[in-house]
């Protein structure tokens, strides 16, 4: 069964430094990988997404991610961070059937 | 551009009521998906539908049910609500669930709050 997995529930940052989100993903065929970002008492909002063209994929507001299937990861990064990126990240994988399997999310507090 | 309407936003209900949530997918989207999210929790998928017929159901307990209409919008239907149905409610839609990379929108969700 595909799956994903997000190391660090809570990452904690300050205010320009490097933003790093970990994702690894379980999955027997070519994954279709996504993360979402959620604020609070919001809906879930796409930020990028893996389809198997570039392995590196640029998302809005700053954020990349690379596939490294020779690790299978996908993690999330940004080079600075924002106090308006503090919020709840989560990676998902699209399974056969369409439907999303999401990892247990990471908060990511930005000190300033 | 037009996103996932879904209503109510906000919702109280005692234990052992019915709920029923709405969801209005992005226009020619053909899919929707239900997804619960508990406190603190990773959204749950619960059901999905393609093409007004139910294309693959998760965690959904026997107690729900689910539909989507002829206008490709859909409801979920709650009874015997208990103090843990509580939850962020999300529906999603997108076109063509077959293409794995077309991108599954959410919408803002209903919060569901059982006393």
């Known amino acids: 069964a595909q799956s994903v997995t997000q190391l660090g529930s809570h990452v904690s940052v300050s205010e320009g430094a490097l933003v790093l989100l970990r994702c690894n993903y379980s999955?027997?065929?070519?994954?279709?990988l996504f993360w979402y970002v959620q604020y609070p008492n919001q809906g879930l909002q796409l930020l990028l997404k893996?389809?198997?063209?570039?392995?590196l994929v640029k998302g809005i507001n700053g954020f990349e991610a690379e596939f490294k299937k020779s690790e299978t990861s996908f993690h999330l990064t940004k080079p600075s961070a924002h106090m308006s990126d503090a919020a709840e990240y989560f990676c998902?994988?699209?399974?056969?059937?369409?439907?999303?399997?999401f990892g247990q999310g990471t908060e990511l507090s930005v000190k300033p | 551009a037009a996103g996932v309407i879904q209503s109510p936003r906000h919702l109280i209900k005692e234990k052992r009521e019915t709920a029923t949530l709405k969801c209005y997918p992005i226009?020619?989207?053909?899919?929707v998906y239900w997804y619960q999210q508990g406190p603190g929790q990773d959204p749950q998928f619960l059901i999905s539908?393609?093409?007004?017929?139910?294309?693959d159901k998760g965690s959904i307990p026997d107690r729900f049910s689910a539909q989507q209409f002829s206008d490709y919008h859909s409801e979920l239907n709650m009874s015997s609500l208990e103090l843990g149905d509580s939850a962020l409610y999300f529906c999603?839609?997108?076109?063509?669930?077959?293409?794995?990379?077309?991108?599954?929108?959410f919408g803002e969700g209903s919060w569901l709050t059982v006393v």
């Open positions: 893996y389809t198997s063209a570039a392995t």
């Open positions: 539908f393609y093409e007004k017929m139910q294309s």
């Open positions: 999603a839609s997108t076109t063509s669930s077959r293409d794995r990379g077309n991108t599954i929108y």
């Open positions: 999955s027997s065929v070519p994954p279709y």
């Open positions: 998902a994988v699209r399974v056969r059937g369409g439907k999303l399997i």
């Open positions: 226009p020619r989207h053909d899919t």
